[in-house]
């Protein structure tokens, strides 16, 4: 089983703070790596992807990838309230669109 | 969750029973997958399908079986419901091929109970 490995929080940080995602994954021919957002009772929505070694960023978010320690980690500056949900850690390996998933990080934004 | 649509949203059965959750595009996409998620232990592929008339096992493929007559629905079948069924089940597409990235967009999601 090729895993993908979250730690499930509680994570909180105040309003404004910034707040670091961390993920693992066991296979190292994996490909392609995804960041979802999901808030309670709704379905996952994709936040940004990350390809190659390095940071991405967009807007507030930015992604880091690390495949020698097969790391992905997603950040978010001047966290909102409204960031409040639980993220999901997705990997792609090199066969197929399917994605494994991360058990997911709650995180709490507390004003 | 535009252009994917499940349904039923809700659904309670007594075990034994027989159900079909349907999932329909409306994106032109090749691959589309069902997942079940459950507290504690994330969303897992139950099936995929890579394109019309295919479909391929995932991780919990037991007890479920799927359908892929045309490019447009993918559905799930549950013939003999188990109360470990009980999950919320998603349906989702591989979309945004264009943008140099093969994402995965989901229907609003399945809540089935099983009694």
Request: aromatic fraction near 10%.
């Amino acid at each position: 089983q090729k895993e993908v490995e979250q730690n499930s929080g509680p994570l909180s940080v105040p309003e404004g703070a910034i707040a670091s995602l961390n993920c693992t994954y066991s296979d190292r021919g994996s490909q392609s790596f995804f960041w979802y957002r999901q808030y309670s009772g709704k379905s996952p929505e994709l936040i940004m992807f990350i390809y190659s070694n390095g940071d991405k960023e967009d807007g507030r978010f930015t992604a880091q990838l690390n495949k020698a320690s097969q790391y992905v980690s997603l950040l978010i500056r001047d966290s909102q309230p409204s960031d409040s949900a639980t993220y999901l850690c997705a990997v792609r390996g090199n066969s197929g669109y399917a994605l494994n998933f991360g058990k997911g990080t709650s995180l709490l934004v507390t004003p | 969750n535009a252009g994917v649509t499940q349904t039923p949203k809700f659904q309670v059965l007594k075990t034994g029973q027989s159900m079909t959750l349907q999932c329909a595009q409306d994106m032109n996409h090749n691959s589309m997958y069902w997942y079940r998620q459950d507290p504690g232990m994330g969303l897992r592929l139950i099936y995929y399908s890579a394109s019309e008339g295919t479909t391929d096992k995932g991780e919990v493929p037991n007890g479920y079986n799927v359908s892929r007559l045309n490019k447009r629905e993918f559905s799930l079948r549950l013939e003999s419901a188990a109360p470990s069924q009980t999950s919320v089940y998603f349906c989702a597409l591989t979309t945004g091929a264009n943008s140099g990235a093969n994402v995965l967009t989901f229907g609003a999601g399945s809540r089935l109970t099983v009694l």
